[in-house]
Antibody, heavy 121, light 106 residues
Framework: QVQLQESGPGLVKPSQTLSLTCTVSGGSIMSGDYYWSWIRQSPEKGLEWIGYIYYTGNTYYNPSLKSRVTISIDTSSKQFFLKVNSVTVADTAIYYC?????????????WGLGTLVTVSS | SYELSQPPSVSVSPGQTASLSCSGDQLGHKYTYWYQQKPGQSPLLVMYRDNKRPSGIPERFSGSSSGNTATLTISGAQAVDEADYYCQAWDTNTAFFGGGTKLTVL
C-alpha cells in the first residue's frame, strides 16, 4: 500500500514562496497507476484540489491556482514537490499529498497525514 | 467553476439509516466520490464512481446518483461513522469538492 508523507516549513511570510515535499513509500513513484496529487484544506475554502503530476512529468493544475503553482517530481528520490508563489493569508491551509488513480476519472485513493502551513508575517 | 452542495449537518440515531446528499448541475452524468474525515485525520475514500466501495469499507455504505443529486447511504449507522463526509466530482478536468456534511450519530 502506498504511503505518503508531507514535509516543509510550517510558516511562510506573505508574498514569499510555499515549498512542500511529499515522500512516497510502499510503492513505485514511477508506477503508471497514479497521478501524484496535492490537495489543501482550509476552514474558508474547504477541500481544494491543487493539481497533480504523472511520473513522466506531465502536470495538471486547478485553473484557479495555475498561475501561482508548480508541481514537480524527482523519481530517483521518490519525491514530488509543490511550490506556491506569492502567498497570502488565504493560502493558509493543511496541505495533503495524495495518489489519484490514473484514468479518465481519477480517484484520490491514498492521502498523507497533511501538513499545516500558516502564512503570516 | 463547478459547485457541489451538501447539507451542513445530518443527525441519525444508532442503527438507523443516514442519507447524505450532494447536488450539482448534471451530477448524475458525472462520477461522484465520497470521503470520510474524522477529527485530526486525513480524508478516507469510502465510495468511488458513484457506487463502488473500496476494499475495507463496510457493506453498510452504499452510493447512488441520478439527475442532479448523488447520495451516500449508511444503513445501520454506528457511532464509529460519526465524521465529516465530502463529495467530489470532476468537471472540465478539474476536481471539485462539496463543502461537507457533519454526520452525528446519537
Amino acid at each position: 500500500q502506498v504511503q505518503l508523507q508531507e514535509s516543509g516549513p510550517g510558516l511562510v511570510k506573505p508574498s514569499q514562496t510555499l515549498s512542500l515535499t511529499c515522500t512516497v513509500s510502499g510503492g513505485s513513484i514511477m508506477s503508471g497507476d497514479y497521478y501524484w496529487s496535492w490537495i489543501r484544506q482550509s476552514p474558508e475554502k474547504g477541500l481544494e484540489w491543487i493539481g497533480y503530476i504523472y511520473y513522466t512529468g506531465n502536470t495538471y493544475y486547478n485553473p484557479s491556482l495555475k498561475s501561482r503553482v508548480t508541481i514537480s517530481i524527482d523519481t530517483s528520490s521518490k519525491q514530488f514537490f509543490l511550490k506556491v508563489n506569492s502567498v497570502t493569508v488565504a493560502d493558509t491551509a493543511i496541505y495533503y499529498c495524495a495518489t489519484a488513480s490514473s484514468g479518465s476519472y481519477p480517484t484520490f485513493d491514498y492521502w498523507g497525514l497533511g501538513t499545516l502551513v500558516t502564512v503570516s508575517s | 467553476s463547478y459547485e457541489l452542495s451538501q447539507p451542513p449537518s445530518v443527525s441519525v440515531s444508532p442503527g438507523q439509516t443516514a442519507s447524505l446528499s450532494c447536488s450539482g448541475d448534471q451530477l448524475g452524468h458525472k462520477y461522484t466520490y465520497w470521503y470520510q474525515q474524522k477529527p485530526g485525520q486525513s480524508p478516507l475514500l469510502v465510495m468511488y464512481r458513484d457506487n463502488k466501495r473500496p476494499s475495507g469499507i463496510p457493506e453498510r455504505f452504499s452510493g447512488s446518483s441520478s439527475g442532479n443529486t448523488a447520495t451516500l447511504t449508511i444503513s445501520g449507522a454506528q457511532a464509529v461513522d460519526e465524521a465529516d463526509y465530502y463529495c467530489q466530482a470532476w468537471d472540465t478536468n478539474t476536481a471539485f469538492f462539496g463543502g461537507g456534511t457533519k454526520l452525528t450519530v446519537l
